[in-house]
């Protein structure tokens, strides 16, 4: 069994950056599809962005495009999110997620948190107006 850790969240002011990383121990995320996900307060948890298992297609939920960008370094087993001009309403707990052992080698992202069965603990991204 995989486990994800996050690491990277932390406190910005409006229009600065952040990188979050997701490292992976117990198994490799390679051929994996990858995704991050946030939840605010009182808010279900939504798609940010995803990657397929070759590192070759994203997918950006509308909020995140043209700001973020989702990369995997094969190499080192980590899923990175290149986080630029950070608003207020990016205020979350980031969420780092390994699709399941089915979607492996999937050609195309996966935008569904359903298709997500490991989940990282979360790193809390907070954005100062």
């Known amino acids: 069994q995989v486990q994800l850790v996050e690491s990277g969240g932390g406190l910005v002011q409006a229009g600065g950056s952040l990188r979050l990383s997701c490292a992976a121990s117990?198994?490799?995320?390679?051929?994996?599809?990858m995704g991050w996900f946030r939840q605010a307060p009182g808010k279900e948890r939504e798609i940010v962005a995803a990657?397929?298992?070759?590192?070759?297609?994203?997918f950006y939920a509308d909020s995140a495009k043209g700001r973020f960008t989702i990369s995997r370094d094969s190499a080192k087993d980590t899923v990175y999110l290149q986080m630029n001009s950070l608003k207020p309403e990016d205020t979350a707990v980031y969420y780092c997620?390994?699709?399941?052992?089915?979607?492996?080698?999937?050609?195309?992202?996966?935008?569904?948190?359903?298709?997500?069965?490991?989940w990282g603990q979360g790193t809390q991204v907070t954005v100062s107006s």
């Open positions: 990657i397929s298992g070759s590192g070759s297609h994203t």
């Open positions: 997620a390994c699709a399941a052992e089915s979607a492996r080698g999937a050609f195309w992202p996966i935008p569904i948190r359903e298709e997500y069965d490991t």
């Open positions: 117990g198994r490799t995320l390679r051929l994996y599809p």
